[in-house]
């Protein structure tokens, strides 16, 4: 096997072990050591790091540290910034379980589950199955990577905007799903989404669209604003509120370590996690982001019980989770094979490859064998690492809910606050944050839930762009969503799931019509 | 009235850092404290790269950290209105191209600066060329008949660019003036998706800087029919410039300069400019931007004198063009 040779390669060129003067100057004391390893063990820690303080993403991180990696040969310098891209996709889930605050529109889901778990007093097996999924998946994902990378591409350029167009549609189908209560709700929440997803400069004209002149709007609001704030900021108001329900929680924490039950119950979730995040994950545009909502949708649909979602079910952590990972490792394959960057994350990656002077392109696997092998069999050495940083950390995590609540949130507000800022360097960026919470406090009060018009939002982007440019390559027709077999096929699956979801409320509320 | 408030707000605040900054910084001390270059576009770009690799070098000669910041935002007039608007002590520059101070006067009808005034020019520090590319089974072979068949498949041929008042957008506006052409512009954000699409033949032609499309051309995803500069590109050889190929009117490079707010001291221009003059003509910094394919200019390029006079000519050049074409973008 050809490919197995290759990965062997790779995993050489990551353990090599280098000279290196480690006393420079006067007195030179050179010995053996595995560079890559350690830059990729960097790499994953400062990655998990920047993760767990929320808002300060990884775009953010590799931008700063780009200046550290000039010294460095250009093989060491990727495999160390591709460890803070997915270590802190590992750190965004800790933040997410233990004090409900997604940093990425990826963690959103973990929320759900994942806090409502830790409340219950069991963050350290919520926190465990994360990670223990995270590496399974990416595990799976780095073979996959290896052995389907190049056919794959094939079928991510299948996609055109229209199939876009009708994979989102299906999305936001998912995003009524995600909801626990009334579907009105979770409809009106979707529509919400959608209108601030349409903030700033039309795609096609320029026109300002709801900015009221503000010119910090004119590129729309940015993801991490309106999840810490619509989250994040109106759960620290909530538990303001209410202290003592805050004090019960950290009071109970129980075991670290997930019991036999949760194991069985979240294998099969992580297996269908891994299997829908490494397909999403290859699309163009970021289908990544798809990844944990498909999954939550799918577990959530086939269990025996689907109520106990949204109040801490394991599975609803495990799936997502292993989405989560499965995608973001899956997400190189377009940028290593075709040289396009699928999303902002790998679009700084080339940058940052270009800086060491390799432009990533087609040719990038015969030209440049070392570093693609290499970078390949580094991901799976990083998860590695990562369950290695990440297991021991656990008891720390838990220990950190137990710090009294008045020390605890003015620090996560303080954190949250850098964090938006780091994003743009905008300060309108951290206003945006406190107004966004004040609209999430309204609407936890009210009983809305945010995370459908978290999704929505999301989507809502890259549903007008696509729209709009399949509409424009089609010359007005809206036939070509039909025409097309991949478009037609999730447009089908979108309906048919329309209506499972609606169904149950439906009859539920006649039920109601009927005991009333 | 807010907006006025808070201007004169900001005016007063600037007058106040600038009397603060003002003691200490005479000429022969500058630079004391690292200084901040303001780069309008998301980390990883073409306009960052070049930013990047020149702040590393000019680092080295002021003894002092260029730390290069990133704002971006409405095609980089978001990080250069900040730019403006900072203290003129030296200690705030920024690295401003082609559409920031060349084109965004035509397009941004309420553009808060005036390119030609509002800045002090300290330096070019490089150009980057511009390729016509298509997808490669487009049926031209040359230019000649991609003007032909642009021509006259006008109603179905499609462009792609990477967003509005983007290098890609703003250079296809010129190229269609050039072929009298209406064809379709198909908008994207970022180069990364456009050229995703360009690659699977979802559209069927582009412009843009050769950093972004040398390996595609390479390795033969997508097709060039010209290269809109003087000489061919030795990163792509084979590509023929757009007058050997017909249509010598067609010129245009994607160019990066620095510069520095309004009422900055005339030493520490000085300072600044022999630090980025040092830049352009260090040999590792310069091979590593003309290995991406970019133009680095001589020491007399890279003069103010030289890009005050580029930004005037850009202007008169860009303005006419976009406002004819009906390009607005806000």
Request: glycine share 10%; net charge positive; charged share 15%.
């Amino acid at each position: 096997m050809d490919v197995f040779a290759n990965l062997w390669g790779g995993l050489m060129v990551v353990l090599k072990f280098v000279p290196v003067d480690i006393a420079p100057g006067a007195a030179s004391f050179i010995i053996p050591l595995p560079v890559n390893v350690l830059l990729c063990l960097m790499g994953a820690l400062i990655g998990t790091l920047i993760g767990v303080l929320p808002g300060v993403g990884p775009i953010a991180t590799i931008a700063m540290l780009l200046p550290i990696t000039y010294k460095l040969d250009p093989t060491g310098a990727l495999i160390m910034l591709a460890g803070i891209y997915y270590g802190a996709q590992y750190g965004g889930s800790t933040t997410a379980i233990l004090v409900n605050i997604p940093g990425e529109a990826t963690s959103v889901v973990t929320t759900l589950d994942g806090h409502q778990m830790a409340k219950q007093g069991r963050a350290g097996a919520a926190l465990a199955i994360a990670a223990l999924g995270s590496f399974f998946a990416g595990s799976v994902a780095t073979v996959i990577i290896a052995v389907l990378g190049v056919p794959l591409t094939k079928l991510a350029l299948k996609f055109g905007p229209a199939d876009y167009f009708s994979l989102m549609v299906m999305g936001l189908i998912f995003a009524v799903a995600l909801a626990r209560g009334s579907v009105l709700k979770a409809l009106s929440m979707v529509a919400l989404g959608l209108l601030l997803s349409t903030i700033g400069s039309d795609l096609e004209s320029g026109e300002q669209r709801l900015t009221f002149g503000m010119l910090e709007l004119a590129d729309g609001i940015e993801f991490a604003t309106l999840a810490m704030g619509a989250i994040g900021f109106a759960e620290i108001m909530r538990n303001l509120e209410n202290p003592e329900t805050r004090d019960v929680v950290t009071g109970k924490v129980t075991g670290l370590w997930p019991t036999k039950d949760d194991f069985r119950q979240s294998a099969w979730p992580v297996l269908r996690g891994t299997a829908i995040g490494s397909i999403l994950g290859i699309l163009p545009g970021n289908g990544a982001v798809l990844g944990p909502f498909a999954s939550y949708t799918i577990e959530k649909k086939i269990a025996k019980d689907p109520s106990r979602f949204g109040r801490g079910a394991i599975q609803g952590v495990a799936g997502p989770e292993a989405a989560n990972n499965a995608g973001a490792q899956t997400s190189f394959i377009p940028m290593l094979t075709l040289g396009i960057p699928p999303n902002a994350v790998m679009a700084i990656m080339v940058g940052a490859m270009t800086i060491h002077g390799i432009v990533p392109g087609p040719q990038i696997m015969t030209k440049q064998p070392d570093l693609f092998w290499g970078m390949i069999a580094s991901m799976w050495v990083g998860n590695l690492m990562l369950l290695i940083i990440n297991l021991p950390l656990i008891g720390l995590w838990v220990k950190l809910l137990k710090v009294p609540y008045r020390l605890l949130f003015p620090a996560i507000l303080l954190f949250c606050c850098i964090g938006v800022y780091s994003i743009n360097n905008q300060p309108f960026d951290v206003l945006v944050t406190g107004a966004f919470g004040l609209l999430g406090y309204f609407l936890l009060k009210n009983g809305f839930e945010p995370a459908p018009m978290l999704i929505a939002f999301v989507l809502g982007r890259l549903m007008e762009e696509k729209l709009r440019q399949a509409m424009l390559i089609s010359r007005g027709s809206m036939w070509v969503f039909v025409e097309r077999p991949l478009s037609l096929g999730f447009m089908i699956i979108a309906v048919v799931l329309l209506v499972f979801a609606l169904l149950p409320a439906i009859r539920s509320k006649r039920d109601q019509v009927f005991t009333e | 009235m807010k907006a006025q408030n808070r201007r004169s707000w900001l005016a007063g605040a600037a007058a106040l850092a600038a009397l603060a900054a003002a003691a200490p910084a005479s000429a022969q001390e500058f630079p004391t404290k690292p200084i901040t270059m303001i780069v309008p576009f998301a980390a990883g770009g073409p306009t960052d790269i070049i930013a990047r690799v020149m702040a590393e070098s000019m680092s080295r000669t002021l003894g002092q950290q260029v730390i290069v910041e990133n704002v971006a935002g409405a095609g980089g007039t978001t990080g250069i209105t900040r730019a403006a608007k900072a203290a003129p002590d030296g200690y705030t520059i920024m690295m401003g191209h082609m559409g920031t101070h060349g084109a965004a006067p035509g397009m941004y009808p309420q553009l808060a600066y005036n390119p030609q005034t509002d800045f002090e020019p300290i330096g070019l520090a490089a150009g980057t060329a511009i390729l016509v590319v298509a997808k490669k089974d487009l049926p031209p072979k040359d230019l000649k008949e991609f003007v032909a068949h642009a021509k006259a498949n006008e109603a179905k041929i499609n462009q792609a660019h990477a967003g509005l008042g983007s290098v890609s957008h703003i250079t296809c506006v010129m190229l269609q003036a050039e072929m009298g052409t209406k064809i379709n512009a198909i908008p994207y954000r970022g180069t990364g998706p456009a050229m995703n699409d360009l690659v699977a033949g979802t559209v069927d032609f582009m412009c843009d800087q050769i950093v972004s499309v040398a390996q595609q051309v390479r390795g033969g995803t997508i097709k060039a029919y010209a290269i809109a500069s003087p000489q061919r590109n030795p990163a792509l050889p084979d590509v023929p410039t757009t007058a050997e190929a017909g249509l010598p009117s067609f010129q245009v490079s994607a160019w990066n300069a620095v510069f520095a707010p309004k009422g900055t001291p005339a030493p520490i221009v000085a300072r600044l400019s022999q630090a980025l003059t040092a830049a352009v003509t260090d040999p590792a910094a310069r091979k590593r931007l003309t290995d991406l394919g970019a133009d680095v200019p001589d020491a007399a390029g890279a003069s103010p004198a030289a890009l005050a006079a580029l930004v005037k000519r850009e202007n008169e050049r860009w303005i006419p063009l976009l406002k004819n074409a009906g390009v607005v973008a806000n």
